[in-house]
């Protein structure tokens, strides 16, 4: 079986990468040819991808804007960590919206969102406006990932599920890094890279509005549990606390620190558009091993990577910039690594009956883990200039990995038989699974 397919409930279907369907009711739905629901998939996977060009441009343009402008670091930090604050925000409430309008309806008023968000930075240097504004990008990019995935995990038969997913998550990774490289042929002065960030984003509204794939029916209602996602993995709850703080630091204050060392907009967006590289890069081989061997080990080596890439940052720090590619290339990947392996880990250990629970409480530590952290860096850019997020990133990454061996040595593994299989994913976008949604595989709560 590929390394990318989703085994089907009970048994070794545990895993994929928390791939939750919605409850739905398609009685009295024709089922669709499955050329044209391939069409209609193939859809939301367009509008993903064309989103997140738009949101990778503006990613890497508002550091370099504000640099440009002479504005302090710490006016970016904070920008960060509104955006964080909105996508905690937004793996909570999409949920009732969606409940309200529709997956169809939600997705168009969350891509509205953005496109607004959009606009206001294209209003000018305003960073107090931004922090607001980049709110409402985090609450509207994370709902659009869950409305997008949760509708594709409806949609797809379990045997294709995980490939489908697998397929979105390389989907959004891409487009991200074309965002990033359009950096290099915008003037950073003018209001182009909004503009564009908004064009895409209406583009991206297209092919869902166009698409004839039935919409599921309005989700139920799933509990975060903390202590009992906790009992089950620790190691899994405690890797979506690492890497929500390690794929907001590196990802959200990169930009921002080689913006500030002197680095120009064509050097930020090589940098920023390698990054998305190592993610596509580092995964499938851990990934493959992790299948084979304690998942646990897989994810220490991972964590170790990123401390040692983290430490290769500080010493390289300033120096050429295709070494800082590299350097940077390896970093973003193996911390992008972290969190898939321990979605993987967690569903390793989790019943059928524990995994509406164990997934919104996976999903709430990611993003919490991503508000809090970026805040903390931005707090100590203060006293330690931008280099803070390197030496942040270092600790979390070296604490994740001891505590990873810890539990490897005090705990025994799950037999191979009993585990299921790895699936690439992005620490970039929500688990595929939202707070207030449950399955339809799932005993009703």
Known sequence: MSFLQRPSWPGAGKLAPMTITL???????????????????????VSMALIAVGNGLMFAYIPVRLGAEGYDPVWAGLIVTGLSAGGLAGCILTGPLVRRVGHARGFMVLSALIALSNTAVGAGTYPVLWIAARALYGFAICGLFIVAQSWLNDAAANDVRGRVMAVLSVAYIMGLGVGYAMLALVDIREAQAPLIGIAFTALSILPVGLTRLAQPAAPRAASIALRQAWRISPVGIA???????LS????????????????????????????????????????WVSDRVDRRFVL?????????????????????????????LVWDGAAESIYSLASAHANDRASKEDMVALSSSLLFAWALAGFVVPGIVTGLSVVLGTRAFIYVSIAIAAAYCLFVIWRAILVRPVPAAETGQFSPM???APLPVELAFSSQDQPST
């Open 300 to 328: 220490a080596a991972a964590a170790a990577l990123a401390v040692a890439a983290g430490l290769a940052a500080v010493g390289f720090d300033g120096r050429t910039l295709m070494l800082l590619v590299v350097v940077y």
């Open 239 to 245: 890797g979506m606390l690492a890497v929500g703080g």
């Open 23 to 45: 409850s739905s009711d398609k009685a009295g739905v024709p089922a669709a040819p499955d050329g044209r629901l391939s069409i209609a998939i193939a859809s939301i996977i």
């Open 248 to 287: 907001m630091s590196i990802s959200g204050f990169a930009p921002i620190h080689a913006t500030a060392k002197g680095y120009s907009q064509d050097d930020v967006a090589m940098l920023l558009a390698a990054m998305p590289l190592g993610t596509l890069i580092l995964q499938i081989p851990l990934g």
């Open 426 to 428: 992005t620490a970039q």
